[in-house]
């Protein structure tokens, strides 16, 4: 099956600075590849999602950048704020299996 | 509009006690998966419904563990003879119709906490 692996487990930014949240899979045949951003006592929400026939995507500071040959995909959030601070959830998608990288816990120092 | 709601919001049983966790799913979805997190952990997938068809119930870790949908809306997990490793937070899912078309919409979760 699927496996997903995430990086960095913590990451301290600097208000305004970039952060950079890289994920890994296994199944070559996964299609799907969503981030999720979870704040305390809350589930998980969708922040941006790729499908496997692009290769970018941007929605405003947030952008996700997807190498199939590579197998990976990552997170890009710009001009970071201290709002952005929680957990970040990476996972890969394919034939009803979605399949959770273990979080990134995203902290912005203002 | 109203999003996925479970409850209890918060559980503390003992062990060996039995539990059942609510998930009413937004109106209208076909979709519903349960995932559980452990501390620090990443969602674990453990069962998934979709419409009127057999359950994928492939996460689920042990036969002490179970669910249902009644009706294609609500469902209810249930953990019988309760252990300590399963304190974890249990989330319930749900999309209108089969992902990557429909984006998955998650509850608040509930918090298990076995003594």
């Known amino acids: 099956g699927e496996n997903v692996e995430q990086h960095p487990s913590t990451l301290s930014v600097q208000e305004g600075d970039s952060a950079v949240i890289k994920c890994t899979y296994s199944?070559?045949?996964?299609?799907?590849f969503p981030w999720y951003k979870q704040e305390l006592g809350k589930g998980p929400q969708l922040i941006i999602d790729?499908?496997?026939?692009?290769g970018e995507k941007k929605d405003q500071r947030i952008a996700v950048t997807l190498n199939k040959t590579a197998k990976h995909f990552s997170l890009h959030i710009t001009e970071t704020q201290p709002e952005d601070s929680a957990v970040y959830f990476c996972a890969a998608y394919n034939n009803n299996d979605m399949r959770f990288g273990a979080g990134t816990r995203l902290t912005v120092k203002p | 509009g109203a999003g996925v709601s479970q409850s209890p919001s918060n559980k503390v049983t003992e062990k060996g006690k039995d539990v059942e966790l609510r998930c009413d799913p937004i109106s209208g979805h076909t979709a519903l998966y349960w995932y559980r997190q452990s501390l620090g952990q990443g969602l674990e997938f453990l069962i998934y419904f979709q419409g009127n068809s057999a359950p994928d119930k492939s996460g689920l870790p042990s036969d002490r563990f179970s669910a249902e949908r009644t009706g294609g809306s609500v469902s209810t997990l249930t953990i019988q003879r309760t252990q300590q490793e399963d304190s974890a937070v249990y989330l319930c899912a749900s999309s209108r119709g089969a992902l990557p078309d429909s984006p998955l919409h998650f509850g608040n979760g509930t918090r298990l906490t076995v003594t």
């Open positions: 790729i499908r496997s026939n692009v």
């Open positions: 199944d070559s045949a996964s299609n799907y």
